[in-house]
C-alpha cells in the first residue's frame, strides 16, 4: 500500500523560504512519480512541481526559479524548497503519486495521481 506523509509546512514573512517533505511509502516499479500540488481556499487544486524515480523535474510557470523539488531514494523521501515566498503560494500543499503516464511531461493531472497526503499547511504573511 502506498502512503505519502507531508510535514515542513508553517507561516512565513513573504520573501522568506520553507521546506516542505514528504515521506513515501509502498512506491516500486512504476509508482515513481511524485508531485506536489496546492490549493487555495476558494480555488482549485493546482500542479505545482514533480519529480520522476531517476530525477526529471518539471515545475508549473508560477513557481518556475523559487521552487526545487528533488527527491532522496534512499530515505523514500521527496522535498520541495520554496524559496522567494509570494502572498498567492499560501495554500494548503499536497504531495502526491502517479502510477501509470507521463510524469514531467504534458499537461497537470490532479486526477491522474492516485495515492494523497493529507496536506500541509503554508501561510505568508505581508
Known amino acids: 500500500q502506498v502512503q505519502l506523509v507531508e510535514s515542513g509546512g508553517g507561516s512565513v514573512q513573504a520573501g522568506g523560504s520553507l521546506r516542505l517533505s514528504c515521506a513515501v511509502s509502498g512506491i516500486t516499479g512504476r509508482s515513481n512519480c511524485v508531485g506536489w500540488f496546492r490549493q487555495a481556499p476558494g480555488k482549485e487544486r493546482e500542479g505545482v512541481a514533480r519529480v520522476s524515480g531517476p530525477g526529471t523535474t518539471g515545475y508549473a510557470d508560477s513557481v518556475k526559479g523559487r521552487f526545487t523539488i528533488s527527491r532522496d531514494n534512499a530515505r523514500n523521501m521527496v522535498y520541495l524548497q520554496m524559496n522567494s515566498l509570494k502572498s498567492e503560494d499560501a495554500a494548503v500543499y499536497y504531495c502526491?503519486?502517479?502510477?501509470?503516464?507521463?510524469?514531467?511531461?504534458?499537461?497537470?493531472?490532479?486526477?491522474?495521481?492516485?495515492?494523497w497526503g493529507q496536506g500541509t499547511q503554508v501561510t505568508v504573511s505581508s
Open positions: 502526491a503519486a502517479r502510477v501509470s503516464g507521463s510524469c514531467v511531461s504534458g499537461g497537470w493531472s490532479v486526477a491522474a495521481y492516485t495515492f
